[in-house]
């Protein structure tokens, strides 16, 4: 296989194809973009003029919005200790997952949170009246899109990580589990 080709094999069924020669940039500013997007949402919530605070809008919004994971949703708002939880975890997240992406660290790990901070995103705000593909469910497929592909590899410290040598043995060789969380 060249460097420009892959492949998966799931349940039986294989599927492949041949990346263009570009592809690596396109997934460097997929990255990059991301990363920014969410640096920036959680800088503004840390800094901005009030704390953060979700309760109004679990409360609020989330009900008035009508999707399949209100009650879910609402326990966080009813909940002092899940409140706090995800007052500190929404911003400081979504910092930590941007600065992860912008800088390739443990760009899967990062990629990952921000898939499932995308998919809690995408049941608050149930916005199907185009279809159930909307702007929350198209960025959490691109948070696993930069997961697949490694995107912490391509001008990122991840690709240094890996190859950072124990006992004379890289790191990714030494403990394969890192390339769940690296890369």
Do not use: C
């Not at 309760?55 to 919004?61: C, D, E, I, S, V």
């Not at 200790?81 to 790990?109: D, K, S």
Request: without cysteine; hydrophobic residues 55%.
């Amino acid at each position: 296989m060249s460097n420009n080709t892959f492949q998966s094999k799931i349940g039986g069924v294989t599927i492949g194809g041949e990346a263009h020669s570009l592809s690596a940039w396109f997934v460097l500013a997929l990255r990059l973009m991301l990363g920014y997007a969410f640096a920036y949402a959680g800088v503004a919530k840390i800094l901005g003029p009030e704390a953060f605070d979700a309760q109004g809008y679990l409360m609020n919004a989330v009900p008035a919005n009508g999707g399949p994971a209100v009650g879910f949703l609402q326990l966080f708002a009813t909940n002092d200790l899940l409140l706090q939880f995800v007052n500190v975890a929404v911003p400081w997240g979504e910092l930590a997952i941007g600065l992860g992406l912008i800088f390739g660290v443990m760009t899967r790990f990062a990629a990952f949170w921000g898939a499932v901070m995308m998919l809690m995103f995408y049941l608050g705000n149930w916005d199907i009246a185009h279809g159930v593909i909307n702007g929350d469910f198209t960025y959490m497929l691109l948070f696993l899109a930069l997961a697949a592909f490694g995107a912490g590899r391509i001008l990122g410290l991840d690709a240094y990580i890996e190859q950072y040598e124990v006992g004379g043995v890289p790191l990714i060789e030494k403990y394969p589990a890192l390339d769940y969380i690296l890369g």
